[in-house]
């Protein structure tokens, strides 16, 4: 599969995964929801580096604006709008490569591809590393465990918590699935150049290690600490 793809598909499932527990799952997230997280990544820059690299629309696509985007809101409430709409193409997609698989979400690729790629790791660790809840990452950790794609055992130096490490199925059902997701990364990214995928890749990793770097102080803050936070310092 082309790793670059899938990159930036794990990238920006994990900037609206960000999102989603910022709000706790408590209502359906609108595109003005994500403007807190863009603003304090000078998205204006980021707009002013696509002019320079000369990202191509067609002169029809201008015109027949299939997005329609909102001419009197700012470039922050646009681009928060996009990032969900693509998120959503995402997971759409992704349900092709999930066919005939006991995985059902984009998070439990998320989760059993990290397990992929590492010995072994804590239950609270895996879940922290994918900024989730806990009740919303204990429960993806058991549809591995069930479905026997993972398996748990005990900490030789914490006996209070668990590791995890994946199985030989779920090593089997990832490697089977990477040319499927490679196909969805394709066709996410598919009318880009070469040139605007790098770029659109560098600006996702800006984002992702800012929310990174920010997450655990801004995580339990209320809406009045956000908006002095944002104020320039």
Partial sequence: M???????????????EELE???????????QDFQDYLNRSKPKEVAHSS???QISIKPEQRESDVINLDKKKNVENNISRLLLLINRHARNYAKKAFENTPLQTLEELSYLAMLYNITSITKSELINQNFQEKTSGTEIIRRLLANELAVQFNDGLDKRSKRLKITENGKRLLESMFKKLGLVSELLVHNLATDERDMLLAILQKLDIFHRSEYAEIRNMDIQQLQAFLQPK
Avoid: C, P
């Fill in 2 to 16: 082309h790793r670059k793809n899938y990159n930036l598909l794990v990238q920006l499932i994990h900037l609206v």
């Fill in 21 to 31: 527990n910022e709000h706790g799952f408590e209502k359906d997230l609108t595109m």
């Fill in 51 to 53: 002019q320079q690299n």
